[in-house]
């Protein structure tokens, strides 16, 4: 089982999710920039150096979010979420095509991977992020 940790960035009620690089692995689909867990690591640090890493951006962890094995049949992983702040919406992709700051009536707008849908419907998670963003998920209009 791999263990990755994402951001769910937050930014006047608003989240980051990225897009991955054509070359990547599920190329394109949209994503929680994040990414494995190195040895020794914690979690915590990870996500922070991910951040980072891929954005050049600090980030204030909220809440660790609950944690989603997920099974995409050629890989298990476990994807463990952070909520977390940020005090702009500047930031460079380095790894990424694309960012987009969303608000979370609009996700399923987009080809989320699977890991991350089954992450935002979580009923534990889903009601940490309506609280947060005061929105609710699924769209009613
Ligand atoms: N970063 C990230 N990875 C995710 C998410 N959801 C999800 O299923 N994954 C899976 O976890 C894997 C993490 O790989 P990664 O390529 O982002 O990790 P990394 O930055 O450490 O990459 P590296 O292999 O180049 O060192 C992805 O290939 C994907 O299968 C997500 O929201 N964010």
Redesign the pocket.
Known sequence: M?E?T?AILLFENKFLITQRSAE???PLSW??????IKTGESPEDCILR?INE?LEKEIEILEKLKSIP?D?GF?K?K?IPFLCSTTSIQLKLK?HIQAKWIQLEDISDFDL????KKLIQHPVNKAILEKYSGKQMDKTR
């Open positions: 791999i990755v994402c990547a692995e599920h994503e929680f920039p994040g990414g494995k991910e891929e997920f995409y890989k992983i994807l790894e991977l699977d890991a991350d």
